[in-house]
């Protein structure tokens, strides 16, 4: 009988080393101190010190972080080059970035909390909380001369579906289709960036009032809708978005440095944004020269932009990337049921929207067709932000990533695509 059970435990032990080293299981936290994994080349993942010093070296980037999390134990964790080369200091691995659109996915999973708590359904129209948005109407023709147009009816209304997966028909001011930027421009309607005194909800009505670039539901487009869904969150819970997120997200994941407002006793830690000149040599984004003041993040604030607004270090977003790779569990917490996790990370489109990937409820998702044309895996979920920061996740690697810079336009920005090779290449 003794030898049975103990043939039983030894077998369980098997399994359970094998679904660990598979990525079938994941770690409820973060371990940043263990002995080295034997699924890791460490000698072929240093290749990415090699890479991303050289392009330091050359003056291509000034500075960054990457970050590479395999089956919740970090494997690489460092900061090259400057955080501010004009002061000539460091990069370090705890800088804070400002994340851009890394924010529509924490804002998402936002939506997400109420979605769970029973106080909306994904296909319900979002004008059963802001009216403006009943009656949509679509832009039909636009007079680029006197900025006039015409519209006909939708079909039919924005729903938090339309707006989780971009196919609302709504656009972006300063990114967007040129009639769609005319028009919001005019209305006032922001980006989100850099924004410090207006009022959400009244801006968000004032967009409901504009056409539709699309029919609700029909094409993706790249919107303003994550800023909407934040305004919603607002409007739901009866908490601005701010607190709403330290509330229900970043404290119960011990998310330490994440903030629409940096604190001053940490604005030490924030990142310096460059650009490039027409000669592509990097130089300091400026308020003036861009019309985006790069010292937002430690402005006092109450504009809290859903779709661009945050500010974290890369180990944060980490920790966020974790629990959803978690099944949404954290620390003995289950922030998000397993269920929920799985609709957020799976394709939500009948198309795919760039023609090789599909669109979760928040993130962009690698499609069979995706995987098999490069290293990451088929249903990793992924997106980025504006100021060169990037990040994905991949289930069936076991992988947390991030390649973390301040810098747009970015003439070699494919050293995010050459990082990426490299971590791959290192697994065995």
């Excluded at 010190?49 to 972080?65: A, E, M, P, Q, R």
């Excluded at 997966?165 to 989100?192: E, F, N, Q, V």
């Excluded at 809290?304 to 920790?319: E, P, R």
């Excluded at 991949?394 to 991030?402: F, I, Q, R, S, Y």
Aim: hydrophobic residues 35%; contains cysteine.
């Amino acid at each position: 009988m003794r030898l049975k059970i103990h043939n039983k435990c030894r077998l369980l032990l098997l399994v359970m080393t094998v679904c660990c080293q598979s990525g079938i299981l994941f770690s409820q936290s973060i371990v940043t101190i263990a002995p080295p994994r034997k699924d890791v080349d460490y000698g072929r993942l240093a290749r990415i010190d090699t890479l991303v010093n050289t392009y330091v070296d050359k003056g291509w980037i000034h500075g960054g972080v990457v970050l590479v999390i395999k089956n919740g134990q970090v494997i690489h964790h460092k900061g090259y080059g400057y955080a501010d080369v004009e002061s000539g200091k460091p990069m370090r691995p705890d800088n804070l970035f400002r994340l851009a659109s890394q924010t529509k996915a924490v804002v998402s999973t936002a939506i997400m909390l109420l979605y769970e708590e029973g106080k909306l359904y994904l296909d319900e129209p979002i004008s059963d909380f802001i009216p403006e948005f009943r009656h949509p109407q679509v832009l039909d023709s636009y007079h680029a001369d006197d900025t006039t147009y015409t519209t006909v009816p939708a079909k039919r209304e924005i729903t938090f579906r339309d707006l989780l997966t971009h196919t609302s028909g709504l656009d972006y001011t300063m990114i967007g289709t040129d009639r769609l930027k005319a028009i919001y421009a005019k209305a006032g309607i922001p980006a989100g960036l850099g924004l410090i005194d207006a009022n959400l909800l009244e801006r968000v009505k004032t967009l409901a009032g504009l056409p539709l670039g699309s029919q609700p539901g029909e094409k993706w487009t790249y919107s303003l809708s994550t800023d909407v869904l934040g305004c919603l969150v607002e409007v739901i819970s009866g908490h601005n978005l701010e607190d709403f997120l330290s509330q229900r997200l970043f404290g119960p994941l011990g998310m330490k440095d994440t903030y629409f407002n940096v604190p001053m006793s940490k604005a030490g830690r924030l990142t310096t944004v460059y650009t490039e000149d027409s000669l592509h040599h990097v130089i300091r984004w400026t308020k003036e020269k861009t019309g985006i003041d790069p010292e937002y993040p430690i402005k006092a604030k109450h504009y809290f932009s859903g779709g661009a607004g945050l500010t974290a270090t890369a180990y944060d977003y980490a920790i966020f990337l974790q629990m959803m790779l978690n099944h949404g569990r954290w620390n003995g917490k289950q922030i998000l049921s397993p269920r929920t996790v799985e609709m957020m990370t799976s394709g939500q489109l009948p198309f795919l929207y760039n023609g090789i990937d599909n669109f979760g409820l928040g993130f962009g998702i690698t499609s069979e067709r995706s995987g098999a044309r490069g290293p990451r895996n088929e249903g990793s979920f992924s997106w980025g932000g504006f100021f060169g920061t990037t990040y994905w996740a991949d289930p069936k690697a076991g992988l947390v990533c991030e390649i973390m810079t301040q810098q747009n336009p970015n003439s070699h920005g494919d050293l995010a695509i050459k990082v990426e090779q490299l971590i791959y290449q290192s697994l065995r």
